[in-house]
Structure formats: C-alpha cells, structure tokens
C-alpha cells in the first residue's frame, strides 16, 4: 500500500489510505461510514456535532523566540508552548492508527507567485471533499511533483485532555516556524479553511502582499470591485452577480499589480437560502458540495433552508466552477471599487456613503456590523460587532501593519470606498425592515459604474458620512435613514448611541493619527 510518506510525520495506519480521489468516491465513503445523507439534488449534508461554529478560545499559536515578536498576542492570538503542540501531535497520531486516511494535497493563492502549498489529512471523508472544494486543486503534474509547505492533520473525533494545558477538548494549533496546524476535538469544516487563512495572513503580508477577508468580482470592463464584510452581511450574496465574474468568495491577496483569490470554492451561509435572491448560490447546492448542519424535508429530501434548529450557521462549501459566471484564473487587476458591508440592526447607518481616504482607513480598521436581538439567549437590542479589518480572528499580525498596507494600496490605486448599510432602515431590527436586496444591488451598479460620482452628496451628522441625494434605482428617501423613521428623536438616540460605541472600539488603536480619528463618528466642532 502507498504510504504517500505519511511515515515521515510519524503517521502509520492499519485502515487505508486515499490521496486526492474524486468527489464522488469521497461522497460514497462518507455515506458507508455514516457521515452524511444526500439531498434531493445530491449535497452531501453533514452535522458538526457540539461545535457549530469556530472555538475561538480553543485557538493557539505555538510561541517560539523565531515568530515571538511577529505576532499580535492577545484575546484572539493565544500562546501556547511547543510541548503542549507536541502533546497535541503525538495524540493525533495515535488517534490516526486505525483509521482511514484522506489525504488533500492542494494550494492556496491563486498567483503563483504567492502561492503555498498545504498537505490536509482528515479522518473523514467528508471534511477531505469539504477542503478540496474550498482549496485550489493541482494539476496531473503539479501532484507528482508535490511538496507541501504547510501540514494541516484534522481529527474531530480525537478528544484531548484539556488538564494538558487546553481550555477544552478541542485544540486549533498552528505552529509557524514549523509549519503546522493540528485540529483536534471539533467537526466544524471551516477551521480547516480558516486556519489557512491564518497561515496565508502571516506569510503574505511579509512579502509586502496585502491579505484581505473580502469577496471580489470583476466586470467585462475589467473593473475589478472589493466586498468587505462579516458573516451575514451579504458579502457572499452580492459578489456573487450574473452580469459580473466572480474572482473569489472570502479571501484575497492584494499584490502590486493584481488581486487574487487564496481559495478555489465558496463557503457559503445558507440559512434562508432562496432561488429567487441568490439563484447562483441556490444552484451550487448539488451533488460534489457539502452542507454543514442542515435539515432535510424526510418526505422529499429537499433541504429547508429556513430551519436554524441545529445552527443558524448553516453553511454549504463547493467548488468554485459550480458557479456558472466566474474568473476562471481567479485573479483580477487591481480594483477600482471598494465595499465596506454593515449589516447594521440598530437602522442608523445610511445604507449607501462615499468614503475620503481617512474614513476609509477608520471604517477598515472598525470592522463594523452588528448581532440581531434574539439570536443568542440575553440578547433583548442589536448588538454592536467590531472586528479588526473585517478579520479579527484571522490576523497574526499587528493591525496596524495590514491597516498602513490597506491605506497605500487604496491609495496608489486611486479607488472608491463606499461603505453599504445592507441592514435595517425605518427602525431597530423588530421595528424597521431590512433594506431590499434590489436597492442594494443598484447601489452597488450605480458605485461600480461610476453614477455616483457625479451627483450631489450630503453629510449626515452623527456619523460623518457623505450620503448620495440621487442613485439610479433607488428610492430618494431612503438614502437618508432619518427619514425613513417615523420617530425623530428615537433614531438621534439610537444613532448617538451607535456613535459612542465606535468611540469606545476604537479607544484601542493608540497609534492612529489624528486625521483618521477625526473622521469616524461623532458631531464635529
């Protein structure tokens, strides 16, 4: 039997060994092994088991005196020592012993400039069909003569002793000096993807490569546009256009002269999926993607999208030729348009503004949206997320360093940013309604065609930000959010509350000059 060297990582197994094979034998091994069922139109349907989401408190990375000074240690960037990770190595090992092993060898980074290569071995069958979907598949010749850079081993059902030094079962450990990632104790597939993009925003921004949590897409013009964004904000939605070529979903590299996509398929939410508003998404869902954590109608196998009782993070991963309009080489010219995506629940935001380069850079840094009440238990109003450059949980680095990379690129690219309010008007989230989709969508046109700019802009008072009096397709009340609520004095008090809590986030970046300051939120002497 080949081995495909495992044993030079101490790896031996009595079960078999499976390099690269296609989809659909992967699908049937997860369904032998009882891992999943098949939808009606042939996705593989998984369930995570307890964890649902990432464990961002099960997250570590190992500390040696070569990476010490690089990374940003703190809440999200947690040390731990090189004999924990040996620990947490040696148990994987053990663990894979009698299993059956799937090997993915692939790429992430589309350039190959600034491409690296990942080696993942899983237990299952269907989280090695979930990382092949998302990463860059290897040609004939490419896999002869693959050699990793980066060894991810992935076993959810390997329990660790947190008495080791672990906050719990579960353990995410990448070690960057030796290029390593374990994941242990936790089903959720998108610690494998995230995990890569961790890896990627630690070694790209030392090659002076801008790493972004964004989706892009590009027009027959060569326009190429940039949608930043949180979970739930639409990134995935609104990237995905029929009348423009989607680059990549999540997760870029902004080089000198071009953009390019790490990844090789999309990972999409897919709670209240509907044909009607995502139709691209709707169709992706077949046989070769995996859904994580839905539910299917027993009488017709069809997937209800609309059922959050396992998660509201529900999630379908699949290759990136399941859409029918993409950017095949998944790379673009450098943009011309740039989203800031806030799905803001308090109503407040304008849902479309034009932002200066000082805003720009505060609204980056922000990483705004917000939690709906009633989502999590105690939740009773909106809740105010702030995350790093759209990315918090991802970035190694000091912020600072990917906030200066994000300035100079806009700024030698001569780019529009726009910041997109793709949440509630008229009213908090149970009061107002969400803004349409189609207003969205013709914001977005009108931005990326240049409509807006040409057109008279006002500036609204509690946010310092320039909203349109005019955009083609778009009611002109709704523009400005004020007038869409019916009581005055309850949208001041909910914008001045918003704009303390920007205030308040960003009392933590010390080092950010007065100008870009100056420029978020707040009345104005």
């Known amino acids: 039997m080949d081995t495909y060297g495992l044993e030079e990582y101490g790896i031996e197994t009595s079960g078999s060994i499976f390099r690269n094979i296609p989809p659909g034998s992967l699908v049937e091994k997860a369904l032998l092994k009882g891992e999943g069922r098949l939808s009606r139109a042939g996705c593989l349907c998984i369930e995570t088991g307890e964890r649902t989401g990432r464990s961002p408190n099960d997250k570590y990375i190992v500390d040696t005196p070569a990476v010490h000074d690089l990374i940003a240690w703190g809440k999200v960037n947690k040390p731990i020592s090189r004999e924990i990770c040996d620990i947490v190595y040696q148990k994987i090992v053990e663990h894979f012993k009698d299993k059956d092993l799937y090997i993915f060898d692939g790429y992430a980074g589309a350039n190959p400039k600034y491409s690296y290569a990942f080696r993942i071995i899983n237990e299952k069958a269907s989280q090695n069909l979930f990382i092949s979907n998302l990463l860059i598949k290897p040609t004939p010749r490419e896999l002869q003569h693959f050699q990793e850079d980066f060894l991810i081993l992935v076993a959810p059902d390997c329990k660790m002793d947190p008495s080791i030094g672990l906050n719990s079962e579960a353990a995410v450990i990448i070690d960057y000096e030796r290029h390593l990632v374990l994941i242990a104790g936790t089903g959720y597939s998108g610690e494998i993807k995230k995990s890569v993009f961790c890896v990627m925003n630690f070694m790209l921004p030392q090659k002076n490569v801008f790493t ?37 979903d999540d997760e870029h590299g902004w080089s000198r002269t071009s953009i390019f996509n790490f990844e090789g398929g999309c990972y999409a939410k897919c709670i209240g999926l509907s044909k009607e508003n995502e139709p691209e998404i709707w169709d992706a869902v077949r046989y070769g993607a995996v859904a994580e954590n839905v539910k299917l109608f027993e009488d017709s196998r069809v997937i209800d999208f609309n059922d959050d009782s396992i998660t509201e993070n529900t999630r379908v991963g699949y290759p990136l030729n399941f859409i029918a309009n993409i950017e095949p080489k998944g790379v673009g010219p450098i943009p011309k348009t740039i989203f800031f995506l806030a799905a803001d629940a308090f109503g407040v935001l304008p849902p479309i503004s034009k932002l200066d380069k000082n805003s720009a850079a505060y609204h980056f840094v922000s990483g705004y949206t917000s939690k709906l009440a009633g989502t999590e238990d105690g939740i009773t109003e909106p809740q105010a997320t702030f995350s790093t450059c759209f990315g918090e949980p991802f970035l190694p680095l000091d912020p600072l360093l990917y906030s200066q990379q994000f300035q100079r690129r806009v700024e030698k690219a001569g780019a529009n940013v726009f910041l997109i309010n793709t949440g509630w008007v008229g009213g908090s989230y149970g009061v107002g309604k969400r803004i349409p989709l ?15 700019d040409y057109v008279a802009y006002e500036t609204d008072p509690f946010f310092n930000l320039n909203m349109p009096k005019f955009c083609p397709g778009v009611p002109q009340e709704l523009l400005n959010p004020k007038t869409t609520w019916l009581n005055k004095e309850e949208y001041d008090k909910t914008a001045e509350k918003l704009v303390k809590m920007f205030q308040e986030n960003f009392k933590q970046y010390t080092n950010f000059p007065e100008s870009v300051i100056k420029a978020g939120p707040g009345k104005k002497d």
Do not use: Q, V, W
């Open 212 to 248: 972004m949590h964004c989706s892009a897409n590009i027009g027959n013009d060569g326009n190429t546009a940039l949608f930043f964004g949180l979970s739930g904000t639409g990134k995935t939605t609104l990237s995905a256009d029929p009348n423009r070529k989607l680059i990549g």
């Open 438 to 452: 189609k207003y969205t969508r013709a914001m977005i046109n009108a931005a990326i065609n240049g409509e807006l």
